[in-house]
Nanobody, 131 residues
Framework: QVQLVESGGGSVQAGGSLRLSCAASGHTYSSYYIGWFRQAPGKEREGVGVIYTDGGETYYADSVKGRFLISRDDAKNIAYLQMDSLKPEDTAMYYC????????????????????????WGQGTQVTVSS
């Protein structure tokens, strides 16, 4: 079992930055895929990005490539989503997600941003970007 707690959301002006954190419980955290999803009011939930285990390959939605960066510190059981050059359309509730462990479950890269691949979800943290 993995429990996820997000923090770091808030309000920022367009062009600004925020860093979200995802603290995870569990002894085998390093073996889990960690991702971020978001949902804006009236819109479907979408994958933002994911970081794999081992080599830490990352995959991002086209809408955030070059602006968002996912990282993980397995020694601290924390993952981060650094968001730069924020836009009003980035306004959403952001959720940290996890799936694994990798020896039981693998995510094909083409499905990295498919929410059906993730069975652990945090409670979400709100990000609001004003113009």
């Amino acid at each position: 079992q993995v429990q996820l707690v997000e923090s770091g959301g808030g309000s920022v002006q367009a062009g600004g930055s925020l860093r979200l954190s995802c603290a995870a419980s569990g002894h085998t955290y390093s073996s889990y895929y960690i991702g971020w999803f978001r949902q804006a009011p009236g819109k479907e939930r979408e994958g933002v990005g994911v970081i794999y285990t081992d080599g830490g390959e990352t995959y991002y939605a086209d809408s955030v490539k070059g602006r968002f960066l996912i990282s993980r510190d397995d020694a601290k059981n924390i993952a981060y989503l650094q968001m730069d050059s924020l836009k009003p359309e980035d306004t959403a509730m952001y959720y940290c997600v996890a799936s694994g462990p990798r020896w039981d479950f693998s995510i094909p890269t083409e499905q990295a941003l498919d929410e059906k691949q993730y069975n652990y979800w945090g409670q979400g943290t709100q990000v609001t970007v004003s113009s």
